[in-house]
């Protein structure tokens, strides 16, 4: 697969096969990403994933942060129920869940550069992943700031910054692609020509 094609043709997956990634498919996508650019070789990227039976736990954890985050206030019992099945239905329909975290640095600037990597860390697992003919829905949800969360995940929030969790797996449906805009809107050279 050429680059410019898994750029283009890549896409955020939301429904996925029941089949599971072989192992050496998802360590030849973890391992090859770490060729992402890194300040200082730091390589601030860490991964934990989900996957058969550890995804009861996850899921557990995920729904036990949306109770305190107040996801549910303002429902009836019986319509919470419904809301909590669904969502754990969800994410136990996902083959993987790929927690992705790095130790924050206590220089703001270095803070930064670390997480600069770590999502450059991201698209190439995701373009990496594409190749192999598996999606990722890369996500930022709300539990991902609840250092509740964290702990329960066995991860002191002081220490480690939960930067995503990629859900993984063989696509069901691919999504249709959606119109770039054109980079003359968004880019400007400058060449010491410009009139002040």
């Not at 136990?92 to 869940?97: A, E, G, R, V």
Request: glycine content about 6%.
């Amino acid at each position: 697969m050429e680059l410019l094609d898994a750029i283009r043709n890549r896409r955020s997956i939301h429904e996925y096969k029941k089949e599971r990634v072989a192992s050496e498919v998802l360590g030849r996508i973890f391992s090859e990403a770490a060729w992402a650019p890194t300040h200082r070789m730091k390589e601030p990227w860490h991964i934990r994933i989900y996957q058969d039976e550890g995804k009861s736990e996850y899921a557990k954890s995920v729904l036990d942060s949306y109770v305190r985050q107040g996801f549910f206030e303002g429902y009836e019992a019986a319509k919470v129920d419904q809301l909590a099945s669904g969502i754990r239905d969800f994410l136990l329909n996902i083959p993987h869940h790929a927690l992705i975290y790095m130790e924050r640095d206590k220089d703001f600037r270095k803070f930064e550069e670390d997480y600069a990597a770590v999502c450059a860390y991201i698209q190439n697992v995701q373009l990496l992943a594409w190749k192999e003919g598996v999606g990722i829905l890369w996500t930022t949800s709300p539990y991902l700031y609840d250092a509740e969360f964290a702990r329960h995940m066995g991860l002191d929030p002081g220490r480690y910054k939960l930067v995503s969790v990629l859900q993984m797996g063989y696509p069901k449906r691919v999504p249709k692609p959606k119109s770039r805009t054109p980079i003359q809107k968004k880019l400007q050279i400058y060449d010491g020509n410009e009139k002040s």
